[in-house]
C-alpha cells in the first residue's frame, strides 16, 4: 500500500512545533478583539468599510467570473459523514399542471468535511465563550445562537487574496498534516505579487480537491494540510476580515495540547474572523495563475438565516 | 373586514387583461430563443459577456451592499405552506469538548412564497417541454434534473435594475392581483431614469413585504402584484438575463387561460431566463432613493446544487 | 359566525376548576413515583409484567385489529404547525433497472398536534427535573436524552381500555375545552363495563377527529377537551401504565396557574408514564361499541430511537 | 487480512445455482398472484383473517415481549449509505417554560441496509409492473404511490416464524453470500418444529448483526444470506404472508442473471407479499431458543404513511 492511499493520510510530518495548553490561551489573548466594534456580532466584518468595497469592486479587470462552491454532496464517504440530502418533491405531477413545476428538498447538516460553508463567530466558543465573552450556554440554544449568527453576518464584497501554497510550493498539493506557516505565507505573498491587508478575505489553498481527483478522499479529520496558530497572528496584524480554504484554515492532526480546532478558536472565538471552509479553489488557482494577480474581487453571500451558525455558501470571485 | 385585510386578500382588479390559451402559445413561440446557444442549460446567462461584467463592476460607486434574501422562516402561514427547517445539531456537547462547536442543520422545499431563492430553467416545463426544447419527462427524475440544474447556471455577476414600482408610482405598495404592464415598465425606466438592457437583471418591487408588515401575510398563490405576460416581449426584446421580484414575477390571479404562471413558463421555458422568487427589495429600494440610482452591480450565488432545480440564494446589489 | 367555527373554537367553558401552583406541585408530589423502580428509565411500563400480557393478549376474541394512527399529515394548517415530510428519493430511475425500485425519505419533528406519537418521559421536565429526579440540563443536550429515552422505554404490550366519552355522554365529541374529571371516568367506567387497572394503557376519547372531520381543523393548542389535573390522582391510584388520547391527555387551555401542559407534567415527570398523543380512535369506537367491549389487547412499538423522547407510532388494537 | 475482514466480505461461495433472466420470469409467473384478491394493494396480507389473528393470539404462552427493530442508526458506514437524521428541536429552551419540554426531528431515506422497516408492494416493480400488473410509471410519483402504499396495508397481526438458520446449523452465523434454499427451509421446520403455514410472517435469521457485532460492518449490498430465488415456490405454496430478514431476504451476490433483487421481485411484485429488512433477531434467536418454540405472535405496525412505499418499523414478537 502507497503513501498516498486514499483511505489512510499519511501522518502530518510537519504539522508542529507542537503547542502546550498554555502557549496557545497566551496566543488566544494575543489577538483577542473583544470589544472593540459596536457591532460585536459581525466580528471582524467591521473591518469591511464601504471603501474596502470600492477597492475589491476596482481590482476587476477581465471579468472572469469564478465560482468556489463544491458541488452539493449526498454520497457519504470518509470525508463525508453527514451526506447532504436532496430530494425532488415534484416532477410535474403533483400539482397543476400548466406549466408543470419540477422542485426539490435540499438538507444539510452543513458543518463538516464536504459541504462549501461559512462559519459565523456562534459556531465555536472556546472555554465557554463566544466571540466577545458572552457565555455560550446562554447565548446559543435548541433556537438557535442569540449572538453571532449568520443572519447578523450578512454578506461580504471585499478583496480576496489567494495564497496558493502549492504554485507557490512547486507541487500539486500539500500533503496531508503539512502546517502552513508565518513563514509561508510571506513567501507566498512574495511569490504571487500579493500583500494581506486590512479587511481582506485570505483564501488558503493546499490542493485538497486536486490530490483528492487524483488518489481519492481521505478524512481530513484525521489529516489535512492548513495554518499552524503560529501563522495567525501575522494574519491577525494584516487586520484580515475572513480566512477560507479548501481544508477548513486549521492544520491537522491539531499541534495544540488538548485543542482539536486551534485556528477555529482563534479566528472565531478570539478575533471574530468567519471561516470558509471546503471550498473548492481549483479553478481560480487556475484563473490567478492565468491572470498572474491574486486578488481579487470577493463575494460571500449566505443565506440569512436567523440564529444560525453558519451557512452553505457558493462564493464568488470576479477576476 | 376592511379591504386590506391581511388574510382576505382583495380580488385583483387590474390582473388582465385576460389571454386566451392559443394567444399565450403565440406569444410563447415569439421569444423563445431555443437552439441560440450552444451551453443551453445556461440559457440568458448566456448573454452576461465578461464585458458586461466589467459594465456591472463599474456602477459601483458608495460601496453600499445590500442583502436581498428573507430570513429563513421556519413559520408556517398563508404565505409559507412548507416552512423551512433549522435545527441544532450540535450545542457543543456531541463532540470533543475544546473548542466546544455549535453546528445546525437545515432543509428546505424551497420553491414556494416564502423561501427567496433562484429558478433555474429545469424548474419549468410547458407542454412538456423544458427550455430548448427537451422532454421533461426525460431529463428530470427523482435523482434532479440532467438539463438547465442550478449547478450548470453557476454564479451571475451582471447589472441589476431595481423598477421599484411603488416609488414610481407614489404608493406604499401595488395591490396584491395588480398586474405591471409593459408600459409600467417604461414608465419606471423614465422616472428612475435606468434602461433596461442587454444581459441585465431585471428586480420587480411591488412592495410585498412591506405590505406584509404592516397588513400581516396573505397567500400570494391567491393574488400578487407582478408582470403581466403582455409585458414579457418588451422585456425579451432587451435581452434581459435574470428577473427578479418580491413576488415571484407573476401576476396572480394568472389572466392567462388555463396556465397558472405564465411568466414562469415564458421566462424559464421559452426564454431561458432564470427567476428570483420572494427577495426582500426594502432595503435595496431605500438605498436606490437615497444614492438616485436605480442601476448597480448584482451577484447571484446559487448552492452548486448539481440536478437541483433552483437553489436558496441571498443575493447581493453593491451601490 | 357559529360557535363551532373551526377556526374559531370556542371559549373552554368547562376547563375547570382552576387550580393554583401550589396545589399543582401538591398534587405532584402526590402522584410521584421517583424511585420506585429498579429501571427508572422505562418509567410505569415497568407495571406490566408477563403476566399483563398475557392477560392482555387472553382478552382477544374476534381478532378485529384496528389501526390508532393518524395518516402522515404533510400540509400545514391550524393543528399542524410543522408539517411531515414526505419524499421519493427513488422512482425507480436513481439506481439499478430491474426490478426497479421506489423509495421515500420521511422526516417529522413530530412531538405537536399533528402526527400520532409517543412521548417518552424524556420528552418533559417539571421545574428543571425530569422523571426520577435528574436534572433536564444534565441529561438531555443536542445528542438526545441520556435517560427515559425511547430507546429505552421499547415496544408496550398490554390491555387497552378505551374511555370513549362522547359514546358515554351520547354526544359527537366533546367540546372543546371540555375537562374530564375523575367522576367522569367513573361513569365512563359504569357506562362501558370496563375498570381500569394495574398496567392498563388508558385510551381517553374525546371524539376530536370527527369534530374536525365535520366543522374543520381548529388549533387544539387554544382548546382541546382532555383530563383535568385532577383527574390524574385516579387513575394514578389504578396504577395506568399509558395514557394516549385523540387528544394530548390536556385539557386546554389548561386550568393550572403558570402550567401549560399539567397532565403531561403529571404523567411524564411524576408518575413515568408515557403518553399517546394524536391517537385516531374513531375505528376504535365504533369497533368497541359493535363489540359491546372496551378492553383489548393493546400494541405499540416506537421506533427504536437512542436518545429521542418520543416516537412516531401506529398503535395497534386487537379486538 | 483474515477472510473474516469486516470490510472485505468473502465472494459468496454458494449464492448459486446460477439462474438465466429468462429461468427467472417462469418462476415469477409460476408465483404471481396477481387478481386474487379485492383489495389487491393489500397483496398477501389478505391471507391474514381474523381466524388467523386468533390463532396467532392463542400462541402466547409466558407473555415475554421482544423488540425486533435495530437502534436509528445516524452513523454512516459500509451498511449505512444514507445515515438517518436525529436533531433535538427544542431543549427546552424554545417553547413556553413550565413544563419544559424536549422535542427532537427524525428523518430517514429508510430503504437500504441500515433502518429496519417494511416493504409495501410499491416499493418494487418488475418490468415496470407494480404487483397486480399496474404500471409503476402510471402508479408512482413524486407525490408517492397510489398503489400497493403502507398506508393500504395497515397493521399486522399474526403468527410469526423463526427459520433460525444459524441455529439449525450449529454456526454463529451465515456467511455473506450463503443462498438459503428450500431444502434449508425444511431441515429449519424440522429441526425447529414449527411448519410454516398459510398467513404467516416468516423470518429468516442469518446472524448478520451477531457477525457485525464480533467482525464489524460490511456491505451487504455485495455480500448477504438470503434467499436463493429457488426456496420462494415453497414459500409460495405454503401461502406466506410477510417475509423478513436481518438481511433483506435476497442473497447477494444475485444468483439471476440481471436482476439485483430476485426475492424482492418475488415477493412484491408476483406474490404481494411485503418484507421487513434489517431487522435485529439476536434477542428473538435466545428467546425462542429458550422457550424453545420458534412460533409466536407477530405483530408489525407501520407508520400511516398515504403513498408510502413503506416503513421504519420496529415490530415486535410475542411468546
Given at each position: 500500500m502507497s503513501d498516498h492511499s486514499p483511505t489512510t493520510p499519511p501522518d502530518g510530518p510537519r504539522n508542529g512545533p507542537p503547542v502546550s495548553g498554555r502557549e496557545f490561551d497566551v496566543l488566544f489573548d494575543e489577538v483577542r478583539t473583544w470589544g472593540r466594534w459596536a457591532d460585536a456580532g459581525r466580528g471582524a466584518w467591521n473591518r469591511v468599510t464601504a471603501g474596502h468595497v470600492r477597492t475589491a469592486v476596482s481590482l476587476v479587470r477581465s471579468g472572469t467570473v469564478v465560482a468556489l462552491g463544491r458541488p452539493w454532496d449526498t454520497v457519504p464517504g470518509p470525508d463525508n459523514a453527514k451526506p447532504a440530502l436532496h430530494f425532488m418533491s415534484d416532477l410535474g405531477d403533483v400539482e397543476a399542471p400548466e406549466p408543470s413545476a419540477h422542485k426539490d428538498f435540499i438538507g444539510a447538516d452543513y458543518h463538516g468535511k464536504a459541504v462549501s460553508h461559512l462559519d459565523?463567530?456562534?459556531?465555536?466558543?472556546?472555554?465557554?465563550?463566544?466571540?466577545?465573552?458572552?457565555?455560550?450556554?446562554?447565548?446559543?440554544?435548541?433556537?438557535?445562537?442569540?449572538?453571532?449568527?449568520?443572519?447578523?453576518?450578512?454578506?461580504?464584497?471585499?478583496?480576496?487574496?489567494?495564497?496558493?501554497?502549492?504554485?507557490?510550493?512547486?507541487?500539486?498539493?500539500?500533503?496531508?498534516?503539512?502546517?502552513?506557516?508565518?513563514?509561508?505565507?510571506?513567501?507566498?505573498?512574495?511569490?504571487?505579487?500579493?500583500?494581506?491587508?486590512?479587511?481582506?478575505?485570505?483564501?488558503?489553498?493546499?490542493?485538497?480537491?486536486?490530490?483528492?481527483?487524483?488518489?481519492?478522499?481521505?478524512?481530513?479529520?484525521?489529516?489535512?494540510?492548513?495554518?499552524?496558530?503560529?501563522?495567525?497572528?501575522?494574519?491577525?496584524?494584516?487586520?484580515?476580515?475572513?480566512?477560507?480554504?479548501?481544508?477548513?484554515?486549521?492544520?491537522?492532526?491539531?499541534?495544540?495540547?488538548?485543542?482539536?480546532?486551534?485556528?477555529?478558536?482563534?479566528?472565531?472565538?478570539?478575533?471574530?474572523?468567519?471561516?470558509?471552509?471546503?471550498?473548492?479553489?481549483?479553478?481560480?488557482?487556475?484563473?490567478?495563475?492565468?491572470?498572474g494577480r491574486y486578488a481579487f474581487l470577493l463575494v460571500v453571500a449566505p443565506l440569512n438565516i436567523p440564529g444560525g451558525t453558519g451557512s452553505p455558501v457558493g462564493p464568488v470571485a470576479v477576476l
Open positions: 459565523a463567530p456562534a459556531h465555536i466558543a472556546y472555554r465557554g465563550r463566544l466571540y466577545g465573552g458572552g457565555a455560550a450556554r446562554e447565548l446559543v440554544g435548541a433556537g438557535g445562537a442569540r449572538f453571532g449568527d449568520v443572519a447578523a453576518l450578512g454578506p461580504l464584497v471585499t478583496r480576496g487574496v489567494l495564497l496558493d501554497l502549492p504554485a507557490v510550493l512547486g507541487t500539486e498539493w500539500l500533503e496531508p498534516g503539512r502546517a502552513v506557516h508565518a513563514a509561508d505565507v510571506l513567501a507566498a505573498e512574495e511569490a504571487l505579487g500579493v500583500t494581506v491587508g486590512e479587511g481582506d478575505a485570505v483564501l488558503l489553498r493546499v490542493g485538497r480537491f486536486r490530490r483528492r481527483r487524483e488518489l481519492g478522499a481521505w478524512d481530513p479529520g484525521e489529516a489535512c494540510a492548513g495554518f499552524h496558530v503560529g501563522a495567525v497572528p501575522l494574519l491577525a496584524g494584516r487586520g484580515v476580515a475572513l480566512l477560507g480554504s479548501d481544508g477548513d484554515s486549521d492544520v491537522r492532526p491539531s499541534p495544540v495540547e488538548g485543542v482539536h480546532s486551534p485556528v477555529h478558536a482563534l479566528a472565531l472565538a478570539a478575533m471574530g474572523v468567519p471561516l470558509l471552509d471546503n471550498l473548492d479553489l481549483e479553478a481560480l488557482s487556475a484563473a490567478c495563475a492565468e491572470a
